[in-house]
């Protein structure tokens, strides 16, 4: 079984600052993670996903995360908030090694830009 | 290409009435996913179709929840007999393979709303 706790319900940054929005995992197997922003109305897109190759994951629209078991933490950044990005962010884990394509998702992290 | 589609986008009825939900998936991908979403939580697994089977529907509620895919492309979700509770916004997603790290692609979802 797996799941994922993301750490903060809603961050609010200033344009231009930097966004940090943490998660963290647990999982029988080796992990698949993932990150997928919903903007209002909109679907859900997929920002970046790790599939234990390189730990240093590089996204869309200026996004990364890092991948570090020991910490079992996946967290997602950016150096310089957009008034773009406000919009909802979940945190996803799956299972690689086994035949488990079910995706379970955090409960959400809501990002507010201040102009 | 295209991607996901879902239809209705909104759809309203009272309590007791039955309702279908469609999903068209991105072609060629043989597999297909229904997850409902209620409000500020992240997307739940309902139902996992590989090809034309429902290969598990463990997160399908109860049994007034059914979904069918027969010939291994588009999907409906029914459900008898709604409830309140019933009420959230309905996603489909579809990925080339049933494995944990294919990408799933999200269509725009259907709100429902059981009066």
């Known amino acids: 079984a797996q799941s994922v706790t993301q750490l903060d319900s809603h961050v609010s940054v200033s344009e231009g600052t930097p966004v940090l929005l943490r998660c963290n995992y647990s999982s029988s197997y080796s992990p698949s993670l993932f990150w997928y922003v919903q903007h209002p109305n909109k679907g859900l897109q997929l920002l970046l996903k790790?599939?234990?190759?390189?730990?240093l994951v590089k996204g869309i629209n200026g996004f990364e995360a890092e991948f570090k078991k020991s910490e079992t933490s996946f967290h997602l950044t950016k150096p310089s908030a957009h008034m773009s990005d406000a919009a909802e962010y979940f945190c996803?884990?799956?299972?690689?090694?086994?035949?488990?394509?079910?995706?379970?998702f955090g409960a959400g992290t809501t990002v507010t830009v201040r102009a | 290409g295209a991607g996901v589609s879902q239809t209705p986008s909104n759809k309203v009825t009272e309590k007791g009435k039955y309702v279908e939900l469609r999903c068209d998936p991105i072609?060629?991908?043989?597999?297909l996913y229904w997850y409902r979403q209620s409000l500020g939580q992240g997307p739940e697994f309902l139902i996992y179709?590989?090809?034309?089977?429902?290969?598990?529907d463990s997160g399908l509620p109860n049994d007034r929840f059914f979904a069918v895919r027969p010939e291994g492309s588009v999907s409906t979700l029914k459900i008898q007999r709604t409830e309140r509770g019933d009420s959230a916004v309905y996603l489909c997603?579809?990925?080339?393979?049933?494995?944990?790290?294919?990408?799933?692609?999200f269509g725009p979802g259907t709100r429902l709303t059981v009066l």
């Open positions: 996803v884990v799956s299972d690689s090694d086994s035949n488990d394509y079910k995706l379970s």
């Open positions: 179709f590989q090809g034309t089977g429902a290969a598990d």
């Open positions: 997603a579809s990925s080339l393979s049933g494995r944990g790290y294919n990408e799933q692609f």
């Open positions: 790790y599939t234990s190759a390189a730990t």
């Open positions: 072609s060629g991908h043989t597999a």
